[in-house]
């Protein structure tokens, strides 16, 4: 059996079944970030850090470009949701429980403006970080690259579901993402059960994309 031939084409599916859900965000006048459709019908989650302070434009993978809405934003937890006027989209399935330390994780995103690049690595904890205003917010740490143009592109599992929400390098090979169990809290907030099928202030300015 051909064990390689086998593993590569099973991560060639899971990426081809991805890029459809992955967007750019332009929110600021140099540099921007990745997205993921979070909804068929436009609903968008970034990370907070990436929409800053002008309307964004998103990109989607047909190469069309729309306007967004900005929902809501949550500084706090580095999170926003965007709503773009399109239909018959592909949203990303959120995984239905948290990952295990040891899991294969892959991200997405732009780094460095190079769309749709994805990255390997493993779950290597899983970690309760403290908020600026002293809430718990739980978080991915894996060893899959991150850069700038990751903020805001999806952590998936083997399964192509979303673990994780890019959003900062630790330093060295180390990165963190917001847990999708987070992402989905702050959907539910803002739009309700329905769209959980998956004052403005500065976001987190030290070690983000």
Same mark, same amino acid.
């Given at each position: 059996?051909?064990?390689?031939?086998?593993?590569?084409?099973?991560?060639?599916?899971? #990426?081809?079944?991805?890029?459809?859900? *992955?967007?750019?965000?332009?929110?600021?006048?140099?540099?921007?970030?990745?997205?993921? &459709?979070? $909804? +068929?019908?436009?609903?968008?989650?970034? =990370?907070? !850090?990436?929409?800053?302070?002008?309307?964004? &434009? %998103?990109? *989607?993978?047909?190469?069309?470009? !729309?306007?967004?809405?900005?929902?809501?934003?949550?500084?706090? @937890?580095?999170?926003?949701?965007?709503? %773009?006027?399109? $239909?018959?989209?592909?949203?990303?399935?959120?995984?239905?429980?948290?990952?295990?330390?040891? @899991?294969?994780?892959?991200?997405?995103?732009?780094?460095?403006? /190079?769309?749709? $690049? #994805?990255?390997?690595?493993?779950?290597?904890? *899983?970690?309760?970080?403290?908020?600026? /205003?002293?809430?718990?917010?739980?978080?991915?740490?894996?060893?899959?690259?991150?850069?700038?143009?990751?903020?805001?592109?999806?952590?998936? =599992? $083997?399964?192509?579901?979303?673990?994780?929400?890019? +959003?900062?390098?630790?330093?060295?090979?180390?990165?963190?993402?917001?847990?999708? /169990?987070?992402?989905?809290?702050?959907?539910?907030?803002?739009?309700?059960?329905?769209?959980?099928?998956?004052?403005?202030?500065?976001?987190?300015?030290?070690? #983000?994309?």
């Amino acid at each position: 059996m051909d064990f390689n031939g086998s593993f590569n084409k099973v991560i060639e599916e899971l #990426v081809m079944n991805v890029l459809p859900s *992955l967007v750019i965000v332009r929110g600021h006048r140099f540099g921007g970030g990745a997205g993921m &459709i979070w $909804s +068929a019908d436009g609903l968008v989650l970034t =990370n907070n !850090h990436v929409v800053g302070r002008r309307k964004p &434009i %998103i990109k *989607l993978n047909d190469e069309s470009e !729309h306007e967004a809405r900005l929902i809501s934003r949550s500084p706090e @937890e580095d999170l926003a949701l965007l709503k %773009i006027d399109a $239909s018959d989209l592909k949203p990303l399935e959120p995984a239905p429980e948290n990952p295990r330390v040891g @899991e294969l994780a892959f991200a997405f995103g732009h780094p460095w403006g /190079q769309r749709n $690049s #994805v990255t390997r690595g493993i779950v290597s904890a *899983l970690l309760n970080a403290k908020t600026s /205003q002293g809430r718990t917010l739980p978080v991915i740490r894996s060893d899959a690259p991150l850069a700038p143009g990751n903020s805001g592109g999806p952590l998936v =599992n $083997s399964r192509g579901q979303v673990i994780g929400i890019n +959003a900062m390098i630790m330093g060295g090979d180390q990165s963190l993402a917001i847990s999708v /169990q987070a992402a989905r809290n702050f959907v539910l907030k803002v739009v309700g059960e329905e769209k959980i099928g998956v004052g403005d202030q500065q976001p987190i300015p030290e070690g #983000v994309l």
